[in-house]
């Protein structure tokens, strides 16, 4: 089983990341009205039901993969043949 | 113009950051098999054709946002009403 997590900054929420992109990419030449500078996280899984991997993937973006305080999360499993 | 970049480490390259969290989730109870870590990069382009917004991003790849040595990267451009 394959789990993607994609974690990036909330909406309104600061995000130094994306500031230190944007300009950098100005100076390069690069017109940008905004960045924002996520992570994502590609789980191998040992998990053989799909509904029980997405609710552990779930726990683990709880306790290790996000903070939920500033970041939101999505998730995506899919079974790997 | 909405562009998503997403960067991950080569296949076969070291992602110390992956083992990090492979690491933490054994130790949190999770057993993960494999994890790698890479960087979403979400631009708000103030480019207005689709081809010309895909290859000023492509540049950017190249000189910032990606280390093309042992980083790979895939571009999504979208057009925002």
Chains 1, 2 share one sequence.
Do not use: H, W
Not at 3 to 23: H, M, S, Y
Request: net charge negative.
């Amino acid at each position: 089983m394959r789990a993607t997590v994609v974690v990036r900054p909330k909406p309104g929420i600061l995000d130094p990341q994306g500031e230190a992109v944007r300009d950098s990419l100005s100076k390069l030449g690069f017109p940008v009205a905004g960045a924002r500078v996520g992570r994502i996280v590609e789980l191998e899984l040992e998990a053989s039901e799909l509904a029980s991997a997405r609710a552990q993937v779930e726990r683990m973006c709880e306790q290790l993969l996000a903070n939920p305080l500033i970041e939101s999360y999505e998730i995506e499993v899919e079974t790997v043949r």
